[in-house]
């Protein structure tokens, strides 16, 4: 596998798959941003919210495990560990790159240039090192250059996404040009507090809502924050 953070990996992909459960549909009570007016990301650790594990809602899901992180993944998924990173990658796929999701412990704190925290609400927070075409064509090589990137709307108006313990992350996502006229988009939850991220590297589209509720899932009751 190759760099974490937002470096370049790689290939294609098959199979859409149902969506996941969310146990803890409320929020979780007391601290910061979580006391009535708009809310925040990354809530306050309470004990208000009960542990609560992303459990599958189907036969096609399991739960995977990074650091005390517990995500659901597609059972037809390959999970890699390494690099500090779990990664899930859909069927087609031998390494982490199109269309796979990453989920990333103490991420900025890892990362060189502190990727995502400074510059997940940039144009160009896509990346750590925004630089590499990341499209079907162009994933294995990383053989083009971008030309830009524009965020792009969520369904939560303020940009929020709340995951199975209650805690809600920064979801961010992009539009990337690149200079022989491909493009990809790209998928970002982060908790600031936490330092995780969940991280869809180039996205394929079929497997678009479900890298959404792959997110939701999250759960980080028994993950160690510094």
């Not at 708009?38 to 309470?46: K, L, R, V």
Request: charged share 20%; net charge negative.
């Amino acid at each position: 596998m190759s760099g974490t953070s937002g470096s370049p990996r790689s290939k294609t992909a098959a199979a859409a798959a149902a969506a996941l459960a969310l146990l803890v549909p409320g929020c979780a009570g007391g601290g910061s941003g979580d006391s009535g007016a708009a809310p925040s990301p990354q809530s306050t650790y309470s004990a208000v919210v009960a542990a609560a594990e992303p459990t599958p809602a189907t036969d096609d899901f399991s739960v995977v495990e990074i650091q005390g992180i517990k995500i659901g993944a597609p059972k037809n998924w390959s999970i890699d560990k390494a690099s500090g990173l779990l990664c899930m990658r859909p069927p087609g796929q031998d390494s982490c790159g199109y269309g796979a999701v990453q989920v990333i412990p103490h991420v900025a704190e890892n990362d060189p240039n502190k990727w995502p925290k400074k510059q997940f609400n940039d144009p160009n927070g896509w990346a750590s090192e925004p630089t590499a075409c990341r499209s079907l064509g162009t994933a294995d090589s990383g053989g083009a250059g971008v030309t830009g990137a524009e965020q792009l709307d969520v369904d939560n108006p303020q940009g929020l996404t709340q995951h199975a313990d209650g805690l809600r992350s920064h979801h961010r996502e992009w539009e990337v040009a690149c200079e022989n006229g491909d493009t990809f988009e790209v998928r970002l939850w982060f908790l600031p507090q936490s330092d995780i991220a969940v991280y869809v590297w180039s996205v394929d589209a079929q497997y678009s809502a479900l890298y959404d509720e792959i997110a939701k899932s999250m759960n980080t009751d028994d993950y160690k924050r510094d």
